[in-house]
């Protein structure tokens, strides 16, 4: 009678709501070139992969920028960002989404910034997840002053580091 009620108590926590969002939603704050905060991400894990809705301002208007997951989590602007190490790539894969050998599970699609210099876009990785293999809690989201070609090696020609956000 007493591990039954152990049994049901387990349960109730296991459906507890409030339990279940601390493992499946992280946020990242962005800091840009100057170190102070430009941006925010709110992240959210499915099934199949993590959903990145990010805003940023304060980024060069009218062009494509690299998005991208690198593995440390530390964002240092004094240092241009170096903190943040390379791209997230459990896999040792080659960098690029359309690379032979390719990609690193923190690479994903280029972004657009508008005229406002805001960049404004929903992501799905569904080649990392928040806590589970491949997780990228404790890593970082970053924002890169050039486009990605996709394919160049280490991490497809994008340039200085413009933003970057430690996911919590
Ligand atoms: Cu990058």
């Given at each position: 009678m007493k591990a039954l009620l152990v049994i049901t108590l387990l349960a109730a926590a296991a459906g507890s709501p409030v339990l279940a969002q601390e493992k499946q939603t992280a946020v990242a704050n962005f800091v840009g070139e100057d170190g102070k905060q430009s941006g925010r991400a709110a992240l959210t894990a499915s099934k199949t992969g993590v959903l990145i809705e990010l805003e940023i301002s304060g980024l060069p208007a009218n062009k494509w920028v690299a998005f991208h997951i690198h593995e440390m989590g530390k964002c240092d602007a004094?240092?241009?960002?170096?903190?943040?190490?390379?791209?997230?790539n459990p896999d040792k894969a080659e960098h690029g989404l359309l690379a032979a050998n390719g990609p690193h599970a923190g690479d994903m699609p280029n972004q657009y910034v508008g005229q406002d210099g805001v960049l404004r876009a929903q992501v799905f990785n569904g080649m990392v997840t928040l806590d589970d293999?491949?997780?990228?809690?404790?890593r970082t989201l970053m924002i890169h002053e050039n486009s990605d070609d996709?394919?160049?090696?280490?991490?497809?020609?994008?340039?200085?580091?413009?933003a970057c956000a430690v996911v919590e």
């Open positions: 004094a240092h241009g960002y170096d903190s943040a190490g390379g791209h997230f293999k491949n997780a990228i809690r404790g996709n394919r160049s090696q280490p991490s497809g020609s994008s340039g200085k580091r413009l």
